[in-house]
């Protein structure tokens, strides 16, 4: 495999056509590489993969992946410590916090018992997430010591990493978040994504709606910082407007989806994602 550029993936989303479609209109031959067909031979031999922009929706093929083209001298974005940290919930907060950067107040509990003790302190109501996934799914909002006692009792069969209960503060916002996208030292598009009907949740999937966002110095700065904490390249940064703390990050996204962000605000993410990705090859 010889290229300049390539675009590794495990499904074919309205992102990943975006990006092959961009690179193509640049004159540059981006070879699209579907992971599940990929097999890398890990001793010495030398392949040439050119720079690769780490798409996977698997966190585990995407982190795997990583690992084993990084091991072979290839350029990734983004790298192996940024699919670590920002693919796990608990290791962002805590490099954010590092960083100073403002988060909700959040917490970890490692058995049933010590969550329900942990949550009988803290208070209701709680947000429960898994601290790997994405898409809202395995998130729930614990409203009474009943529900917390059901969700999490649930959770006891599944596989281990749900069994570490990540929690968060429900933090007292408008009912919408920002979805910040970071290309390099600079935030290229922001907007505000709204709950959907009768959901607390603004992932768009979940019926959300989307509105532009003027990225202003502050919002800037503190998507800069994020991005730094995980070290970072390409991310997508949440954010939400704390009524007591002002803005905090919630979450890094390392392979971040930017279709609603391109179509509210016009700006061309995937065209700035090639130009990037080129120049760091150079």
């Known amino acids: 495999m010889s290229s300049g550029l390539s675009i590794l993936y495990d499904t074919i989303r309205w992102e990943e056509k975006a990006l092959h479609d961009a690179a193509k209109e640049k004159g540059i031959d981006a070879k699209m590489v579907d992971c599940k067909n990929l097999s890398i031979n890990l001793d010495k031999s030398k392949e040439d993969y050119g720079t690769v922009i780490q798409r996977c929706v698997s966190y585990y093929r995407s982190l795997h992946s990583t690992a084993a083209l990084e091991g072979k001298g290839v350029n990734v974005i983004n790298s192996l410590n940024t699919s670590i940290f920002a693919g796990n919930k608990l290791f962002t907060h805590m490099l954010l916090l590092k960083k100073g950067i403002p988060t909700p107040f959040s917490a970890v ?45 649930s959770r006891e069969s599944m596989y281990p990493i749900y069994q570490v209960y990540y929690l968060e503060e429900f933090v007292n916002r408008p009912p919408r978040d920002i979805r910040a996208i970071v290309v390099g030292d600079k935030v290229v598009a922001a907007i505000y994504r709204y709950s959907g009907d009768d959901q607390w949740k603004t992932n768009m999937a979940l019926g959300g709606r989307a509105e532009e966002l003027k990225v202003t110095k502050e919002l800037e700065d503190i998507c800069i910082k994020a991005k730094e904490a995980v070290q970072g390249q390409i991310v997508g940064v949440d954010l939400m407007e704390s009524k007591e703390q002002g803005l905090v990050v919630h979450e890094v996204n390392n392979t971040t989806e930017y279709k609603n962000t391109v179509r509210v605000t016009g700006v061309n993410i995937p065209a700035m994602m090639i130009d990037y990705a080129i120049n760091q090859g150079k």
Do not use: C, H, N
């Open 109 to 153: 509990a490692f058995s049933q018992e010590s969550a329900l003790e942990l949550l009988d302190k803290k208070g209701y109501p709680m947000v429960i997430k898994p601290t790997v996934g994405s898409w809202g799914r395995m998130i729930a909002m614990i409203k009474d010591k009943e529900a917390a006692e059901a969700i999490i009792e």
